[in-house]
């Protein structure tokens, strides 16, 4: 096959959502690209797309994400355009997406990960510790609730959305004393060093999955896309992600279900934790096994298998 190369005549479209930071995640998907080939940035066009999700979210800004609809909110109307050829890839938070992508589309291609941790924001506060009894906590994140308030029950959690901004206004006008926010998202925005960010390690408080990854999804059919973002693939960030997804799928994850998992790669081995929470934080069960990094898929499967066999059933009603 003739790898035919975008061009500023022939651009490769990229498509993405409209956020500063999935922007961000789309220029450095097109800079990745540009010096694996060679080719100036006027070789791709970056193509907003805005979704179902973005569009009621900024309506209905006080009703938590579960209630207005599953992950594929922020995703159906990029596949839809990446399957009629109105996009030749898309680029997604991976944290956001299902794992199951619809037929003609593929999801192979992850950027190098980011940091994965959590972010405690709250400037008067250097850790969930030091919160007074009863202190207000906004977030919008199921899992980052549940987690809160297995370790502190005594805390007040509020409907707390919109970009890193917006939430620190929030923040400066009383509607809460505390947030979170992903570390990989403040870097990629360059706005680490500015924002009274106290990373929380993995310990404290596991990641959702895939978290602090870029995932670029493309059509099935079309070899040279294939090729090209074959050179850009981050190979251990698969790896991680294919445990942690595997983990996901078996659980039928989405955004009504509290669970957090974080695969690390030592050497041959793979290092899987993942944990499950009841909506209201009052129970976790959680689990810790190593395998073979090439058998990370089926370990995140058989773990996420076992956790939904000890939590029954209504384990993620209450």
């Known amino acids: 096959m003739t790898l035919t190369l975008p061009s500023p005549a022939s651009p490769l479209k990229i498509g993405t959502r409209g956020s500063p930071l999935a922007l961000a995640q789309a220029y450095e998907t097109r800079d990745r690209l540009a010096q694996a080939f060679d080719l100036d940035p006027t070789a791709f066009d970056i193509v907003v797309i805005k979704t179902t999700g973005d569009n009621r979210a900024m309506i209905e800004a006080d009703r938590p994400l579960k209630e207005i609809g599953n992950k594929g909110l922020f995703t159906k109307e990029i596949e839809e355009a990446l399957s009629s050829g109105g996009i030749d890839i898309a680029v997604h938070s991976m944290k956001d997406m299902p794992t199951v992508q619809p037929d003609g589309l593929v999801l192979d291609c992850y950027l190098p990960r980011e940091d994965v941790r959590d972010a405690f924001v709250a400037p008067a506060h250097r850790s969930i510790g030091d919160l007074a009894e009863g202190a207000i906590i906004g977030t919008s994140s199921l899992r980052r609730r549940a987690q809160l308030l297995n370790a502190r029950p005594d805390l007040q959690v509020v409907e707390f959305r919109g970009n890193v901004q917006t939430r620190l206004q929030k923040l400066r006008d009383g509607v809460a004393t505390a947030t979170f926010l992903a570390m990989a998202g403040l870097r990629r925005l360059n706005m680490a060093e500015e924002v009274p960010a106290i990373p929380i390690e993995a310990d404290d408080m596991l990641p959702a999955v895939a978290q602090g990854a870029i995932g670029i999804e493309r059509r099935s059919d079309d070899p040279v896309v294939a090729t090209l973002l074959e050179a850009i693939h981050h190979a251990q960030t698969g790896l991680r992600l294919a445990a942690e997804r595997a983990f996901l799928a078996a659980l039928d994850g989405s955004c009504e ?23 209201d934080g009052s129970e976790k069960l959680s689990a810790r096994q190593s395998c073979p990094v090439e058998e990370g898929a089926e370990l995140g499967r058989h773990m996420g298998e076992d956790l939904r066999a000890r939590a029954g059933k209504g384990f993620f009603t209450v």
């Not at 998992?261 to 793979?270: K, P, V």
């Open 257 to 279: 279900t509290p669970i957090a998992a974080l695969a690390e790669l030592s050497g041959g081995t793979l290092h899987l934790r993942g944990e499950i929470l009841r909506p």
